[in-house]
């Protein structure tokens, strides 16, 4: 009976061995097919002229230069853009996150029908497709007088983005022990002090994830910017970059590549900023609890 139940535990040790190496071997085949597209971005962002008119394309560049930079720069203005990006992109965050938190708050702890139909209107926001709103959506901000401006475009996403955040942070209120908020109660203190005292510091990993993927929304949106957005000067980067293409769609390939290289690093360079807190919040809630 011994060698018996040693050999099943031999056969499930392996077979274990075997399911978690086809996990990892699956995980890189993923982790491949989603750096492809970085990686020859890269590549074609140093790569010169010659090299990208090239039948038998190279990963690596034989002659690595910067004149697609350069000329990307010298091409559009593609500072004025990042900058009309990041102030939209972080203004809709902090106004999202602000609003969102004690909506959050009173959707995840009481349970009736404001919740529910919050949690109707994050369900039923989210499947609206874009070309569905963007006319009414342009009227109302014709009316308020706010067409072409980084406000209006400000307002829209943070309209847009604010049911995903109230969906997100009300996963994390629930998160937090009611028993907490009602030792805070016996204290003495009010809602308001409860929710910014207690909730809102244990809160900070939910805080910071809500702002990074409202800020990412924003900083890659297309389609709002370019209908609501029309002189140069108020243009974000993502319309920016559709001017290297050509009248006749023939796109400026390395300084497109150049200008989209550097429009995905704020993205990347956030998040990676941010990652490691996230995860050290996480962990320091649940050891805390």
Request: net charge positive; hydrophobic share 60%.
């Amino acid at each position: 009976m011994n060698r018996g139940a040693t050999g099943r535990e031999s056969t499930g040790l392996r077979t274990g061995r075997a399911a978690r190496a086809g996990q990892y071997v699956a995980l890189l085949a993923y982790l491949v097919f989603l750096a492809f597209p970085f990686v020859w971005l890269i590549s074609t962002a140093f790569k010169p002229a010659r090299e990208l008119g090239s039948l038998h394309p190279t990963w690596i560049p034989e002659h690595p230069t910067l004149d697609n930079f350069r000329q990307a720069f010298d091409e559009q203005p593609l500072l004025q853009a990042a900058a009309n990006s990041l102030i939209a992109a972080v203004s809709a965050a902090l106004i999202a996150v602000v609003i969102a938190t004690p909506m959050a708050y009173v959707m995840a702890r009481h349970r009736g029908r404001l919740a529910s139909a919050a949690t109707g209107w994050v369900v039923v926001s989210q499947a609206f497709p874009f070309v569905l709103v963007i006319i009414p959506l342009f009227l109302v901000l014709k009316n308020l007088h706010l067409i072409n401006t980084l406000a209006g475009l400000v307002l829209v996403y943070v309209v847009w983005s604010l049911p995903f955040a109230l969906w997100m942070l009300a996963g994390y209120v629930r998160a937090v022990p009611a028993e907490l908020e009602e030792a805070a109660a016996v204290d003495g203190a009010g809602r308001v002090r409860t929710l910014v005292s207690v909730v809102a510091p244990l809160l900070a990993p939910g805080l910071v994830a809500t702002a990074l993927f409202a800020f990412i929304t924003a900083w890659n949106e297309f389609f709002f910017a370019l209908v609501l957005l029309k002189t140069p000067k108020e243009q974000t980067l993502p319309v920016v970059l559709t001017h290297f293409l050509g009248a006749e769609g023939v796109a400026d390939l390395g300084p497109l590549a150049a200008a989209a290289f550097l429009a995905t690093l704020p993205s990347l360079v956030l998040f990676a900023f941010i990652q490691r807190r996230i995860t050290g919040g996480m962990a320091a809630g649940a050891v805390k609890h």
